[in-house]
Antibody, heavy 125, light 107 residues
Framework: QLQLQESGPGLMRPSETVSLTCSVSDGSTSSSAYYWGWIRQTPGKGLEWIGSIYYNGRTYYNPSLKSRVTMSKDTSKSQVSLRLTSVTAADTAVYYC?????????????????WGQGTLVTVSS | DIQMTQSPSSLSASVGDRVTITCRASHDISHYLSWYQQKLGKAPKLLIYDASNLETGVPSRFSGSGSATLFTFTISSLQPEDIATYYCQQYDNLPFTFGPGTKVDVK
């Protein structure tokens, strides 16, 4: 059964850059059937899609975060990574990685069918 | 961005009751909608995709319907293990957006 495991620093200072990693258990980061997404959750804003990355490196980002977000992947390690720069208290959230179904026939990203347990990132001075 | 709204924001029902949650999209999203269940302290879990398709392994008491801007999620017979918050999500247009959630409690 697919397992996704996020990891990250936990506590960050304002203006720093946070890097999160998602390890995928079944090696499917090289599959053309899926994108890999990052979603964050805060009590105030709820669930917010951050971005998604394909096996070939193609990315889509939420415009609200695009200037600060970079996603990458390491297929050899079955890992997907998220980098968010210039963090503020508003970036305090639980960050989830999730597998996203993709229809190549329709070039359509679809639902998130498997999620990691999430990792809490707290931004505080 | 497509705005997703849900109603009610919370509800309390008895075991065995039929529970219905409504999700509205600010623009026509066809059938490109999914529903998730999130239990306290856990990650969201996919229940329904393409508005009405039940994810493999999900109990048949869960169902979804609707299209365009109005969608419905139903639990036909509420069980104690269904205590959770339920979210809709559209994937018709970028950025993907989620509803604010409906918290379901058992009386």
């Amino acid at each position: 059964q697919l397992q996704l495991q996020e990891s990250g620093p936990g506590l960050m200072r304002p203006s720093e850059t946070v890097s999160l990693t998602c390890s995928v258990s079944d090696g499917s980061t090289s599959s053309s059937a899926y994108y890999w997404g990052w979603i964050r959750q805060t009590p105030g804003k709820g669930l917010e899609w951050i971005g998604s990355i394909y096996y070939n490196g193609r990315t889509y980002y939420n415009p609200s975060l695009k200037s600060r977000v970079t996603m990458s992947k390491d297929t050899s390690k079955s890992q997907v990574s998220l980098r968010l720069t210039s963090v503020t208290a508003a970036d305090t959230a639980v960050y989830y990685c999730a597998r996203q179904s993709y229809s190549g026939a329709w070039s359509r990203l679809r639902w998130f069918d498997s999620w990691g347990q999430g990792t809490l990132v707290t931004v505080s001075s | 961005d497509i705005q997703m709204t849900q109603s009610p924001s919370s509800l309390s029902a008895s075991v065995g009751d039929r529970v219905t949650i409504t999700c509205r999209a600010s623009h026509d999203i066809s059938h490109y909608l999914s529903w998730y269940q999130q239990k306290l302290g856990k990650a969201p879990k996919l229940l329904i995709y393409d508005a009405s398709n039940l994810e493999t392994g999900v109990p048949s008491r869960f169902s979804g319907s609707g299209s365009a801007t109005l969608f419905t999620f139903t639990i036909s017979s509420l069980q104690p293990e269904d205590i959770a918050t339920y979210y809709c999500q559209q994937y018709d247009n970028l950025p993907f957006t989620f509803g604010p959630g409906t918290k379901v409690d058992v009386k």
